[in-house]
């Protein structure tokens, strides 16, 4: 079993900014990608950014030059800085992990149950 738990969501004024925080747990022999994803009120889930094992990142447009992805393998975790904030950013926010549990396993995607962003105008 892999978990994922997110930390670090809350209110926030627009300009303002919060760090995001996601702990991987349980039987886990690799972790390849790890990721977020947001999903507003009566809208689809969306990309917001990922990041390989050795760092390599990639960012959805709408956050670009804003928010910054970054983990540390040793903790099996995975942050997300959120700068210039706005209220379009609300939403919840959930972290996800391409995941190798036994080396004679197949990679696996787990994902947390979210924390939720608000951005107040």
């Known amino acids: 079993q892999v978990q994922l738990v997110e930390s670090g969501g809350g209110l926030v004024q627009a300009g303002g900014s919060l760090r995001l925080s996601c702990a991987a747990s349980?039987?886990?022999?690799?972790?390849?990608?790890m990721g977020w994803c947001r999903q507003a009120p009566g809208k689809q889930r969306e990309f917001v950014a990922n990041?390989?094992?050795?760092?390599?990142?990639n960012y959805a447009g709408s956050v670009k030059g804003r928010f910054t992805i970054s983990r540390d393998n040793a903790k099996k975790m995975v942050y997300l800085q959120m700068n210039s904030l706005k209220p379009d950013d609300t939403a919840v926010y959930c972290c996800?992990?391409?995941?190798?549990?036994?080396?004679?396993?197949?990679?696996?995607?787990?994902w947390g149950q979210g924390t939720q962003v608000t951005v107040s105008s």
């Open positions: 349980g039987t886990i022999f690799s972790i390849n990608n």
């Open positions: 996800y992990a391409n995941v190798l549990r036994h080396y004679i396993d197949s990679w696996h995607d787990y």
């Open positions: 990041i390989t094992s050795d760092g390599m990142t």
